[in-house]
């Protein structure tokens, strides 16, 4: 398992990611999201709420959300190409 090389906090938050690529990609099929912006307005509204719930000190939150938000917009990039998802320009 993948629990045994890393703790909880990084398995919490790979969880999260994860579950947060999916969450946003099944909105785009839905038609729920229908531009890039939308999708990455509720990324960004989703990582600040993930992030203030943990109870880290600022310099520690403001790492963890820049890194999220940078993973998280690298694949969301894979996801817009794949559905060729409405881009405001």
């Known amino acids: 398992m993948i629990s045994q090389f890393i703790d ?24 729920q999201m229908i531009s890039q912006h939308q999708a990455i307005k509720y990324a960004k509204q ?25 993973y998280i917009s690298r694949k969301l990039a894979l996801v817009f190409e794949k559905y060729r998802v409405f881009k405001c320009v």
């Open 46 to 70: 989703q990582i600040d709420l993930f992030v203030k719930q943990m109870h880290f000190r600022q310099a520690l939150i403001a790492v963890y959300r820049s890194e999220l938000y940078i």
């Open 8 to 31: 909880q906090t990084e398995a919490t938050i790979l969880r999260f990611s994860l579950s947060l690529l999916k969450e946003i990609e099944l909105k785009i099929i839905k038609k």
